[in-house]
């Protein structure tokens, strides 16, 4: 086996493990984590702030991002190997179902967001990210840091943390993570 292969086969395993552990994570949520997150956003409350609207057992970033009080985006699919963008979004937006599941508002401005808060099956202390394994995530953020300072903060439950995960040399790293105990800063 490669070590490409193996590289494959392992993020294959911690993703399935790490779907199970934010599963009960999610059956056993609070409340706090959105407090948490309100918080770390006040200090961004002047910048382009980009969330997503959560699918499956996702923690739920929607109410830090409606008390946002500048202009706020949710991601769109471009296509396979793209960077995401972003399309302007605010509470009662008319959404519809876009690429893989996720809901898109159906109409609405581009944006270019400063802030971009980055959904995940796991994450570790160094500030890394399991995502499902697209790339979209890695690839936007790379994109954006090339033309400017873009803070990415992790979003997930506490329980999704892991000892370490498995990483390549297009991985992106967060500049914190927020969880329903607090905030961590790699």
């Known amino acids: 086996m ?3 292969a193996d590289l494959v086969e392992r993020k294959a395993r911690a993703r399935a493990e790490a779907m199970a552990r934010r599963k009960l994570a999610h059956a056993l949520r609070s409340d706090s984590a959105a407090d948490h997150l309100k918080k770390v956003l006040t200090a961004h409350s002047d910048k382009v702030l980009a969330g997503y609207v959560p699918m499956r057992t996702e923690i739920d970033c929607l109410p830090a991002m409606a008390a946002h009080p500048a202009p706020v985006g949710v991601p769109v699919i471009a296509g396979i190997g793209q960077a995401l963008r972003f399309r302007a979004w605010a509470p009662g937006a008319s959404m519809i179902p876009g690429d893989f599941g996720a809901m898109i508002p159906e109409d609405g401005d581009w944006l270019e967001p400063s802030v971009l808060i980055v959904p995940m099956l796991a994450f570790d202390a160094r500030g890394f990210r399991l995502g499902y394994g697209g790339g979209f995530y890695d690839r936007t953020l790379e ?6 300072p873009v803070t990415a903060i992790g ?19 967060l ?10 800063r790699p």
């Open 155 to 173: 979003y997930a439950y506490a329980d999704q943390q892991v000892a370490e995960v498995p990483i390549e040399p297009t991985d992106q790293r």
């Open 2 to 4: 490669t070590e490409h």
């Open 175 to 184: 500049d914190l993570i927020v969880t329903e105990r607090g905030v961590l």
């Open 143 to 148: 994109s954006l840091r090339a033309r400017g």
